[in-house]
């Protein structure tokens, strides 16, 4: 039976997380020990490629070509620079002659040649002064970087009249793992003081800030352990990494800070410890939880894609967002069962303020602690300041909401055509493919690909390989060249190479590595009919067939987060246009995203200031991966936003007052949340890897846009023009709502017709949880 007017009894979840509490925090803490042990040396076992989809055209005929031909697929490159003298020198070659046949007796190396062999004009530089040694590392990413590390110091620098620089594709791939790992070790440090000093300012105790960073570290460490088995099964991007951190803080922070934020509210308004407790699970927690699956569904569509680049992003969203929500549903209210009132202990913000009269109550927070109506509107209740200042139920926001909803029109119009005109600069991006560009232009490998670029007819990576397989006579492997050779865009064809089963041709595109002509020239070739069986790879043919694959599987990606969003949505609120307007408002808070990636990382604005090198085109892969992770991350603070928006609509049944009292009781709260998790991703795109650096600042951005103008202006002037509309639902969602939906308001909600245009304050009638 509900209970009226009175305490509401704990419930079932509240008894099993209170229960025991320092059993479950030590349990908590022998789990995350093992887990530290369980994820040590993941970054090792993770690969810094999976750009390309598995089971294209291209990757048969790259792994087709490695297992027949290794000479043909070197990722290995000793540019050999011979100064003033000329690589045709006597003795520049005699040292280069004697640096190939040292390198062709190395352990696990193959397909070792160089210019001094066969003159090879690709092999040389055009001033004559530069000339390249090639040859095949084999192995996965971390036997390659293994073999890498053992033979490069012998051949690096001087040897005689040569100077000596490592460069090729396991250069780079090995050289950005080791780049990535020092930088996530140093976005971390920056990240974990600020955003303690963050929490400091928005809670005042010492002690409510550390219970974040606590369910944070729990999170990282066990995605860690997680992911460290699942490259046990298929394979993982090193990449996944920086989203394990930003995530694993950044949600976790969002969801302690809500709760820890409730449940002080709580005992503000006279709960005892178990009660508020209870009441704080039963409201926010359920939000939390909401939250959770809401970013674990934008994430989890990441899977739909073949590239394991996407499917790692996936894997690691999924677990850090579910061990996020686990802590701080399960260890958070332990520790809190713990420290009841002296969770408010520490006030460090005592140390900034200079004397003066402390209000009474409030320990020298002096600000007037507002409960929820549910005390007659009293004030205090605790030895510290309930509600911080920066996450507060302040009268400034409230004040701002009415504001915003007497010029509605005004705001949503304003708003929403700013937010497009700031995403107009994406309708002219350019997609390529991630290369040594990514890394910064000091690195060795970078520059070794640089000079290539630069200096060597035709591109270090841009060069395409058809593979013939099928029996087939001389006469018909030089009719084919010859047809190929006549295709726009060909600068050369080499070839044929054979062996018993296959042949494969190399043919020189004119222009750039990955532009629209050699994209062209990739379908020509394949169109181009044969004797034999053809298959294209390349640089450009795996550019091709990845935007094919995303092409063809993103329907399917964004129809599942669309789905699953207003599924939840309405479970969370019982009304049909709600979850429409949430997608809406979402996809809008992302076009400033978009647009600055184009306009910076593609366009080069910045690019002396952010120190990146902009290769004119964004990667096939991130702008998916930005929109999964952001569009989650906004879905967070959308829920936030709305159910407590939902909680004061079905205890008064005044629309424009649950706005304003929503946006009044979470507007701070959401702002703070966001700036930390600014914080973090900005901390993660300090890294000299460009990818990153355009993941962390970009979601920084978003995060930044849906905070303090989707949810501080678009919501409530939306919510304003729709009016009471916005709760219609028919009748059979009702009572489908009524029987399956959650919420984190505590009474049934009353449809909009049945409302009267006014409803006076009323206590709630409460349940156990």
Same mark, same amino acid.
């Given at each position: 039976?509900?209970?009226?007017?009175?305490?509401?009894?704990?419930?079932?979840?509240?008894?099993?997380?209170?229960?025991?509490?320092?059993?479950?925090?030590?349990?908590?803490?022998?789990?995350?020990?093992?887990?530290?042990?369980?994820?040590?040396?993941?970054?090792?076992?993770?690969?810094?490629?999976?750009?390309?989809?598995?089971?294209?055209?291209?990757?048969?005929?790259?792994?087709?070509?490695?297992?027949?031909?290794?000479?043909?697929?070197?990722?290995?490159?000793?540019?050999?620079?011979?100064?003033?003298?000329?690589?045709?020198?006597?003795?520049?070659?005699?040292?280069?002659?004697?640096?190939?046949?040292?390198?062709?007796?190395?352990?696990?190396?193959?397909?070792?040649?160089?210019?001094?062999?066969?003159?090879?004009?690709?092999?040389?530089?055009?001033?004559?002064?530069?000339?390249?040694?090639?040859?095949?590392?084999?192995?996965?990413?971390?036997?390659?970087?293994?073999?890498?590390?053992?033979?490069?110091?012998?051949?690096?620098?001087?040897?005689?009249?040569?100077?000596?620089?490592?460069?090729?594709?396991?250069?780079?791939?090995?050289?950005?793992?080791?780049?990535?790992?020092?930088?996530?070790?140093?976005?971390?440090?920056?990240?974990?003081?600020?955003?303690?000093?963050?929490?400091?300012?928005?809670?005042?105790?010492?002690?409510?800030?550390?219970?974040?960073?606590?369910?944070?570290?729990?999170?990282?460490?066990?995605?860690?352990?997680?992911?460290?088995?699942?490259?046990?099964?298929?394979?993982?991007?090193?990449?996944?990494?920086?989203?394990?951190?930003?995530?694993?803080?950044?949600?976790?922070?969002?969801?302690?800070?809500?709760?820890?934020?409730?449940?002080?509210?709580?005992?503000?308004?006279?709960?005892?410890?178990?009660?508020?407790?209870?009441?704080?699970?039963?409201?926010?927690?359920?939000?939390?939880?909401?939250?959770?699956?809401?970013?674990?569904?934008?994430?989890?569509?990441?899977?739909?894609?073949?590239?394991?680049?996407?499917?790692?992003?996936?894997?690691?969203?999924?677990?850090?967002?579910?061990?996020?929500?686990?802590?701080?549903?399960?260890?958070?209210?332990?520790?809190?069962?713990?420290?009841?009132?002296?969770?408010?202990?520490?006030?460090?913000?005592?140390?900034?303020?200079?004397?003066?009269?402390?209000?009474?109550?409030?320990?020298?927070?002096?600000?007037?602690?507002?409960?929820?109506?549910?005390?007659?509107?009293?004030?205090?209740?605790?030895?510290?300041?309930?509600?911080?200042?920066?996450?507060?139920?302040?009268?400034?926001?409230?004040?701002?909401?009415?504001?915003?909803?007497?010029?509605?029109?005004?705001?949503?119009?304003?708003?929403?055509?700013?937010?497009?005109?700031?995403?107009?600069?994406?309708?002219?991006?350019?997609?390529?493919?991630?290369?040594?560009?990514?890394?910064?232009?000091?690195?060795?490998?970078?520059?070794?690909?640089?000079?290539?670029?630069?200096?060597?007819?035709?591109?270090?990576?841009?060069?395409?390989?058809?593979?013939?397989?099928?029996?087939?006579?001389?006469?018909?492997?030089?009719?084919?060249?010859?047809?190929?050779?006549?295709?726009?865009?060909?600068?050369?064809?080499?070839?044929?190479?054979?062996?018993?089963?296959?042949?494969?041709?190399?043919?020189?595109?004119?222009?750039?590595?990955?532009?629209?002509?050699?994209?062209?020239?990739?379908?020509?070739?394949?169109?181009?009919?044969?004797?034999?069986?053809?298959?294209?790879?390349?640089?450009?043919?795996?550019?091709?067939?990845?935007?094919?694959?995303?092409?063809?599987?993103?329907?399917?990606?964004?129809?599942?987060?669309?789905?699953?969003?207003?599924?939840?949505?309405?479970?969370?609120?019982?009304?049909?246009?709600?979850?429409?307007?949430?997608?809406?408002?979402?996809?809008?808070?992302?076009?400033?995203?978009?647009?600055?990636?184009?306009?910076?990382?593609?366009?080069?604005?910045?690019?002396?200031?952010?120190?990146?090198?902009?290769?004119?085109?964004?990667?096939?892969?991130?702008?998916?991966?930005?929109?999964?992770?952001?569009?989650?991350?906004?879905?967070?603070?959308?829920?936030?936003?709305?159910?407590?928006?939902?909680?004061?609509?079905?205890?008064?049944?005044?629309?424009?007052?649950?706005?304003?009292?929503?946006?009044?009781?979470?507007?701070?709260?959401?702002?703070?949340?966001?700036?930390?998790?600014?914080?973090?991703?900005?901390?993660?795109?300090?890294?000299?890897?460009?990818?990153?650096? !355009?993941?962390?600042?970009?979601?920084?951005?978003?995060?930044? !846009?849906?905070?303090?103008?989707?949810?501080?202006?678009?919501?409530?002037?939306?919510?304003?023009?729709?009016?009471?509309?916005?709760?219609?639902?028919?009748?059979?969602?009702?009572?489908?709502?009524?029987?399956?939906?959650?919420?984190?308001?505590?009474?049934?909600?009353?449809?909009?017709?049945?409302?009267?245009?006014?409803?006076?304050?009323?206590?709630?009638?409460?349940?156990?949880?």
């Amino acid at each position: 039976m509900p209970e009226v007017n009175g305490p509401a009894r704990p419930g079932a979840w509240t008894r099993f997380v209170t229960a025991r509490p320092r059993l479950a925090l030590l349990a908590a803490l022998v789990i995350t020990a093992l887990a530290v042990f369980a994820g040590s040396g993941v970054a090792d076992r993770m690969g810094s490629g999976g750009w390309e989809a598995p089971d294209a055209e291209s990757t048969y005929a790259a792994e087709a070509l490695e297992r027949e031909f290794p000479a043909s697929r070197p990722n290995l490159l000793l540019l050999v620079d011979s100064g003033d003298r000329s690589v045709d020198d006597p003795a520049v070659a005699a040292e280069a002659a004697r640096l190939t046949e040292r390198l062709a007796g190395e352990k696990e190396i193959t397909g070792v040649g160089s210019y001094w062999q066969g003159k090879s004009p690709a092999l040389r530089a055009e001033d004559g002064r530069e000339a390249l040694i090639v040859a095949r590392i084999e192995g996965d990413d971390k036997a390659t970087g293994e073999v890498l590390d053992r033979v490069a110091p012998a051949y690096r620098g001087a040897h005689g009249p040569v100077e000596v620089s490592i460069g090729g594709p396991v250069a780079v791939q090995h050289e950005m793992q080791t780049i990535i790992q020092e930088d996530l070790l140093r976005a971390e440090l920056i990240a974990l003081p600020v955003t303690l000093v963050l929490l400091v300012m928005v809670f005042g105790s010492a002690i409510a800030a550390l219970l974040p960073l606590g369910v944070g570290i729990v999170a990282i460490l066990g995605t860690n352990a997680v992911l460290r088995g699942i490259t046990e099964f298929t394979d993982v991007s090193v990449f996944a990494q920086n989203l394990t951190t930003a995530l694993g803080l950044g949600l976790a922070i969002d969801y302690a800070l809500f709760i820890v934020r409730r449940f002080r509210e709580e005992l503000a308004a006279g709960a005892e410890t178990r009660q508020a407790i209870g009441t704080t699970l039963r409201t926010a927690g359920r939000t939390v939880l909401f939250s959770a699956l809401t970013v674990a569904v934008s994430l989890a569509a990441m899977l739909v894609f073949p590239q394991y680049f996407l499917r790692s992003f996936a894997y690691a969203g999924i677990a850090v967002v579910l061990l996020a929500a686990a802590a701080a549903l399960i260890l958070l209210p332990a520790a809190l069962m713990i420290l009841g009132p002296r969770v408010n202990s520490l006030d460090l913000r005592r140390l900034l303020r200079r004397g003066g009269a402390r209000t009474a109550g409030h320990g020298g927070g002096g600000e007037d602690v507002r409960t929820d109506g549910r005390d007659g509107g009293r004030t205090g209740g605790s030895a510290e300041p309930v509600v911080p200042a920066a996450a507060g139920t302040g009268r400034g926001w409230g004040r701002f909401a009415a504001l915003v909803m007497r010029r509605a029109p005004v705001f949503a119009v304003v708003t929403a055509v700013g937010l497009v005109l700031l995403g107009l600069p994406f309708l002219g991006v350019k997609f390529g493919t991630a290369d040594d560009r990514q890394l910064p232009a000091s690195a060795e490998s970078h520059v070794v690909q640089q000079h290539i670029r630069d200096g060597f007819p035709g591109s270090p990576d841009g060069g395409l390989e058809v593979l013939a397989v099928g029996a087939a006579t001389p006469a018909q492997y030089a009719d084919y060249r010859d047809r190929i050779s006549g295709l726009p865009g060909v600068l050369r064809v080499d070839g044929p190479i054979t062996s018993e089963r296959s042949a494969y041709f190399s043919v020189l595109p004119e222009g750039e590595a990955v532009g629209e002509n050699t994209q062209r020239l990739v379908q020509d070739l394949r169109a181009e009919p044969a004797p034999f069986d053809t298959s294209v790879t390349g640089a450009a043919a795996v550019l091709v067939d990845s935007k094919h694959a995303i092409a063809d599987r993103l329907p399917w990606a964004v129809g599942i987060i669309v789905v699953v969003t207003l599924l939840l949505v309405f479970l969370l609120t019982g009304s049909v246009l709600i979850p429409l307007q949430a997608v809406v408002l979402n996809a809008l808070s992302l076009t400033a995203m978009f647009g600055a990636v184009v306009w910076v990382f593609q366009d080069g604005h910045l690019s002396g200031l952010l120190s990146f090198t902009s290769t004119g085109d964004i990667e096939t892969t991130l702008p998916v991966l930005m929109f999964c992770v952001a569009f989650g991350l906004s879905m967070d603070y959308g829920v936030f936003l709305l159910s407590r928006i939902k909680e004061e609509y079905d205890r008064t049944g005044d629309h424009e007052r649950s706005v304003t009292f929503g946006l009044r009781h979470t507007g701070g709260l959401i702002t703070a949340a966001a700036v930390i998790l600014a914080v973090v991703m900005v901390a993660i795109g300090t890294s000299r890897v460009t990818n990153t650096k !355009m993941l962390g600042l970009g979601i920084a951005l978003a995060v930044l !846009m849906d905070a303090m103008v989707v949810r501080s202006l678009l919501v409530p002037s939306v919510m304003k023009l729709m009016g009471r509309s916005t709760w219609w639902a028919p009748a059979p969602l009702r009572a489908f709502h009524r029987r399956f939906g959650l919420s984190e308001g505590e009474s049934a909600p009353m449809p909009p017709e049945e409302i009267p245009r006014s409803v006076p304050d009323r206590d709630r009638v409460t349940t156990g949880a």
